[in-house]
Every structure is written in C-alpha cells, then in structure tokens.
C-alpha cells in the first residue's frame, strides 16, 4: 500500500514555504524566479495527490496546464530580466526604483 | 508502526523524494552563486519527478523532467552565463529591516496554516470521490492515455488557449529581449 496522501501534501506545504522564504528574502530576479518555480512545482504535487486520492484525472489535466503557464511565465520573464540588466547591469530588484510613488 | 501499515518499498520512495525535493529547495536560496542555484532546482526537480511517479503520474513525470529539467532551467543556465552573473554574488544586506525575519514568521504562519486547514477539513475538499463530474481514473488504462483523453476532450479548449499562449509568449520573449539598432549601426 502507497504512503498516505497527507505525506505527500504536507512536504508540498514545506516546499511551498521555502519558496515562499526565498522569494521573499532574495533580491537577484533570476533567483526570484527559481524560487516562484518552487511554489508551482509544489502546487502541482498537491495537485496530483489529490488527484490519486479522489480518483480524477483533472487533477493531473491542471498540472498540465500548470507546466504550460510556467514555461511561458520564464520565457517572458527571463526576456524582462535580460532587457533590464542591459539598462542597469543588475539583476537586482531594488534597483529598479524609479516607478516608485 | 508504521512500516506494518504501509509497504517499506513506498516509504524508501517517499523518504527519498522528500530529500531530494526539500535539500533541493534549501540549495536554491542558500546558494551564492545562481549556477548552484539553478543545480539544486534540478534536484528538486527531481525529486518532484520521483513523487509523481509513486503516485502513479507517470507522464507528468516524464515531462516534469522534459519541460522543466531539460528547457526551463537550461534557460535560466542560458541566462546567467548570457549576462555574466555567475561570479558576482550580490551582496547580503537587508536594506529593509528585520525583512528576513519578517518574511521567516510570514512563512511558518502560511505554512501551518495549510497543514492546519488540510488536517482538519478532510483534505480541503471533503470529497472522497468527483469522479461523477470530471473524468475518472480508470483501472487498467494506461495514464498518458487518461490523460490524453482528458486533455483532448473536457479540456479541450484550455488546451488550444495554451497554443494561443505560448505564441504570444515567444513574440513576447523575441520582442523584449530584441536591441533595437542605432542608426549608425545599420549603416555600417
């Protein structure tokens, strides 16, 4: 018999929250970025022990969907990261000020 | 205890997903330099992989290696090596005071939350089963064909606004990421 789903949704929780911690604390974009791809990986873990346990398939179709989204998220993104460090030489977020209220 | 009510083979999975997956994730934040960075995502990568297919997701965990492993990170590889910032480590200072521990309090309330309200309210949904609605898992059927008969039927038109957003997503990159030539420079 297969460990229980909770194993499985509670080490999502704790990915989620390390993502969470690093995007937070973290000020390079690039690692911004890996960190938002720790909180969607650990969406779709929880996405697909739910789909184990409640027997449908849809779940899994979600997560599908989810890696679609967060390839074209990169994409773009990582093109914003590169046309910003071509004005300012960073990647670091607090430098990106000037909109600023 | 345990081990009598549960296979030791699907323990040794989960134990080793659950490394992988979380030594992984530390690595990303703990890391100076973004190669290491963008490495340790790799394993956490992994490790999802490892997860999905004890849980019998076997193709997402092939494409969670395809998609993820083998394009998105090779990207962020890309992207650091293109701009250089693989030597220069940023330096750690907190321009906002008590920010980390901020964000650190933040995140334990989140996250005991989550397990708190999954605890107590039946796994979020209450629902033993929504097979009425949406498809269900059928035995004996292989998962890429569920899931490609999901995909191709009830989801049928999410999966060709994907098509729609990817194009927009590429012209997007292409346009952003373009340099717009001086004058001069055509000229030449």
């Keep these: 018999m297969n460990v229980p789903a909770a194993w499985y949704l509670v080490l999502a929780a704790l990915l989620f929250g390390v993502g969470a911690f690093g995007l937070l604390t973290r000020r390079s974009a690039l690692i911004m970025f890996m960190c938002v791809e720790l909180m969607l990986n650990a969406v779709n873990l929880t996405f697909v022990t739910f789909s184990r346990t409640l027997g449908d398939i849809g779940g899994q179709a979600i997560v599908f969907f989810v890696m679609v989204v967060a390839a074209a998220e990169v994409t773009v993104g990582l093109g914003i990261v590169v046309s910003v460090f071509r004005r300012r030489s960073s990647t670091s977020v607090d430098e990106l000020s000037e909109m600023k209220g | 205890m345990i081990a009598v009510a549960y296979a030791w083979p699907s323990i040794v999975v989960f134990a080793t997903a659950a490394l992988l997956i979380l030594v992984g994730a ?133 999966f060709e606004a994907t098509a729609a957003l990817l194009i927009i997503a590429v012209v997007g990159a292409v346009l952003l990421a373009r340099r717009e030539r001086t004058q001069s420079e055509v000229e030449e």
């Excluded at chain 2, 992994?46 to 019998?56: D, I, L, M, N, T």
């Design chain 2, 26 to 158: 530390v690595g990303v934040l703990a890391a100076h330099n973004p190669v290491h960075s963008a490495l340790s995502l790799i394993m956490t990568l992994f490790g999802v992989a490892v997860a999905f297919v004890a849980q019998s997701a076997d193709f997402l965990a092939a494409v969670e290696i395809i998609v993820y492993a083998g394009a998105i990170v090779v990207l962020f590889l890309f992207v650091i090596m293109f701009l250089g910032v693989d030597r220069r480590d940023p330096v750690r200072v907190e321009p906002l005071v008590g920010q980390r521990a901020f964000a650190g309090v933040g995140v334990v309330i989140t996250v005991a939350g989550l397990i708190t309200l999954m605890a107590r309210s039946h796994w979020v949904t209450g629902a033993v089963s929504v097979s009425s609605k949406g498809a269900a898992i059928a035995t004996g059927q292989g998962n890429v064909k569920q899931l490609g008969t999901a995909v191709f039927t009830t989801y049928l038109f999410a």
